[in-house]
């Protein structure tokens, strides 16, 4: 499909024959390279705008996502710009948006030059028709979750997944994802000065400022995934203080939003939103190996998630569950030999006791043989 001019509505750009370039900020008509000619905005983010754009080498439409005027003259800013545009080209994911070009205008403004998406965002989806279907959110969840495989794959951490970054493009088919916006991805483990992402979908660590692996997406994709099914934030509050608080507390029960055949799918959201990395799925693809476990309708207690360094292991519940029933066992054990060995004793201090003075044998065994007997009872009770 070839459009022109006529079909974006851009006014002429070429007066007297000259090209008039983007400098410091887009305007419609404007030329961001000699081929591509900018239209209309698209969406203004906290980190730039995104604008339609015509590519007139290939007469096809692109979008092209500019940094925002006001952090021109950050470094970081700049650079992160940059990282996001070579982790898109990098991932090249069928889920992940296309990137086709990076560049920095004459005025020295960069840019990004993506295939042009038609859909809406999740965002957008759940504001018009309210919550999702368990079906439909299970699968929009999948289609991240293959995006953030890819990227885990190659040691990238997106840490903003949330719904206006998740984009559904029209297919016959039922919706397609693309997951945008890398704008604060970064490496595996590295340092971060300051807390970045949204508040409302950022993992407990994240907020705490902590260097952040796999597991803040596997979080984030969790809070989506109870987002999209009850249209509800698993966790409130106004300031960052508050909804770490309510993060720690856990989230109410999605029992009512899930029937009966999808109520494992409420289990693996409780996976994905454990507050310590340590017992959340490892990155996305041990993520997405429970929920295909949930969808064959294999029990989650057979899980066993992937894992990708000791140091780092991070048992899911189900695990978790598997380690306290462990640890229970080996403390009965303990408790039985450590009331055998005090039957022992009492019984060779009674034999020695019995055989140098037996008439005062019975009244010093007794209290010895009543301290035992408590004991016994103290243990069974507590492991009850
Ligand atoms: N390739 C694309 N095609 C169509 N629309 C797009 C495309 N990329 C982004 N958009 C639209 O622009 C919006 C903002 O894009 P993006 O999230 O990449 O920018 P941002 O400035 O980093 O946003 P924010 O900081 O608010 O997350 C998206 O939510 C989407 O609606
Ligand atoms: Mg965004």
């Not at 545009?85 to 020295?108: C, E, K």
Request: proline letters at 7%; one cysteine or more.
């Amino acid at each position: 499909m070839v459009l022109g001019r006529q079909s974006f509505g851009v006014p002429p750009a070429i007066p007297g024959g000259r090209p008039c370039y983007v400098a410091t900020a887009p305007v419609e008509g404007a030329f961001v390279t000699p081929t591509i000619r900018l239209a209309r905005p698209l969406a203004r983010g906290g980190m730039g705008s995104v604008w339609l754009a015509e590519h007139l080498g290939l007469g096809a439409p692109v979008a092209v996502k500019f940094m925002s005027e006001t952090t021109l003259e950050s470094r970081s800013a700049r650079d992160l710009f940059q990282q996001e545009a070579a982790a898109l080209a990098r991932i090249r994911s069928p889920h992940v948006v296309q990137v086709f070009d990076f560049g920095i205008t004459p005025g020295n403004l960069p840019f990004i030059v993506m295939e042009l998406l038609e859909g809406e965002t999740l965002q957008d989806r759940i504001e018009r028709y309210g919550r999702l279907s368990p079906r439909l959110t299970v699968e929009i969840v999948r289609q991240v979750g293959v995006a953030l495989s890819r990227a885990h794959q190659l040691g990238i951490v997106h840490r903003d997944i949330k719904p206006e970054n998740v984009f559904l493009v029209e297919s016959g088919g039922g919706p397609f994802v693309k997951v945008l916006d890398f704008g604060i991805a970064s490496e595996v483990g590295a340092a971060t000065d300051d807390v970045v992402g949204t508040p409302h979908f950022m993992a407990p660590e994240q907020m705490a400022g902590a260097s952040v692996g796999p597991t803040a997406d596997v979080w984030s994709l969790g809070v989506v995934a109870y987002y999209c099914l009850s249209g509800r934030l698993p966790f409130a509050g106004r300031s960052l203080g508050s909804i770490s608080a309510s993060a720690r507390h856990g989230a109410a029960p999605l029992g009512g939003f899930l029937s009966e055949p999808m109520s494992g799918f409420e289990r693996w959201i409780a996976g994905a939103l454990e507050p310590d990395p340590f017992f959340r799925y490892a990155d996305a693809c041990a993520a997405l190996d429970a929920l295909a476990r949930l969808l064959d309708g294999t029990p989650l207690e057979l899980e066993t998630a992937p894992r990708r360094r000791s140091a780092e292991r991070t048992p899911s519940p189900e695990r978790d569950g598997t380690l306290v029933r462990r640890r229970l066992a080996q403390r009965r054990l303990a408790s039985r030999l450590s009331g055998t060995f005090a039957l022992g004793l009492a019984a060779a201090f009674a034999v020695f006791v019995g055989w140098t003075r037996p008439k005062e044998a019975l009244a010093a065994a007794r209290p010895v043989l009543d301290w035992v007997a408590a004991a016994e009872a103290h243990a069974t009770t507590w492991l009850e």
